[in-house]
């Protein structure tokens, strides 16, 4: 029962994680130590449909209830819907640094880094540097949407395509569609339905279709990747999370200026949970999976 209450804790970060621009999803279920086993369970939902749907379950439930419950929340703390940057931006940023940061340690530890040598290094700096590349892209104005056939068709390749930036960690699926121009439009669609605006359905059916086909597609990916060449995947994944806190840092550095002696305090605390949290989940599902 704790373990399925943590499953569902863990999902709603990943949950919250891709209302953010910058953070993946895929980087906090790394994370968290749990990125492995989530790929693994989507791979095999067909041949071993009960054990796979039990495992992703919980997870499903929190990654919802992140997206759903807290997409108003986050948006408020980032000040999406306002000109003025909050003060509460910064310190909503250090604390996913930190969640980043955290379940680094655990998961270095599961994998023989050398085992890649020169081609894992060239690995890791390209996708470093592949992260840290798209915060200095330009988006463009935000694209307005209605509920049209042709929208509808539109939304299910963008879901695709955020799919596989949701389990590729590292990379954003939020920043990806803030630089196609339609971050605003899913975010609002998702505040609608919440509000009791069900015509909202019209553009996140399609989009959530093209989800799970994306996810679908792209777990089967990962899986063979990580089945047959673990230490290069590794490489470049870590180079992918490790930029993630660059790329969150140069996406925000309008907030180093207006912040006070108050607000780094804060800051440097939320990160300091965020790591906390990271590192304790990260160690206690590998705790659990030696138990199992």
Not at 251 to 272: D, H, K, Y
């Amino acid at each position: 029962m704790m373990k399925w209450f943590l499953d569902v804790l863990r999902g709603v970060v990943i949950g919250v994680s891709n209302i953010i621009p910058g953070v993946s999803g895929g980087t906090m279920a790394v994370s968290m130590g749990i990125y492995d086993r989530v790929i693994y369970a989507v791979n095999n939902l067909r041949g071993q449909f009960r054990k796979s749907f039990r495992e992703l379950l919980p997870i499903i439930i929190g990654v919802l209830i992140g997206l759903f419950a807290f997409a108003a929340l986050i948006g408020t703390l980032l000040g999406t819907k306002s000109d003025e940057i909050p003060l509460t931006r910064l310190p909503t940023n250090f604390a996913f640094i930190g969640l980043i940061l955290g379940g680094l340690p655990a998961i270095y530890k599961r994998f023989n880094m050398r085992d890649a040598r020169f081609p894992g290094l060239i690995l890791f700096l390209l996708f470093l540097a592949l992260v840290v590349v798209l915060p200095l892209l330009n988006p463009p104005e935000a694209r307005t949407v209605d509920h049209s056939v042709g929208t509808a068709l539109l939304m299910i390749p963008l879901g695709a395509l955020a799919s596989a930036t949701m389990v590729i960690p590292g990379v954003s699926g939020s920043m990806i569609l803030m630089l196609l121009g339609y971050y605003n439009a899913v975010i609002n669609a998702m505040n609608d339905l919440r509000g009791g605006d069900w015509s909202s359905l019209a553009i996140l059916l399609p989009y959530a279709f093209g989800l799970l086909v994306g996810i679908v597609f792209i777990a089967k990916l990962m899986n063979y990747l990580l089945q047959k060449h673990a230490a290069l995947t590794f490489c470049a994944i870590f180079g992918l999370v490790i930029g993630s806190p660059v790329a969150l840092l140069m996406q925000n550095r309008e907030c180093f200026t207006l912040a006070n002696t108050g607000n780094w305090i804060v800051s440097i605390a939320c990160l300091a949970v965020g790591f906390a949290i990271a590192w304790f989940m990260s160690t206690l599902d590998k705790k659990q999976t030696k138990t199992d």
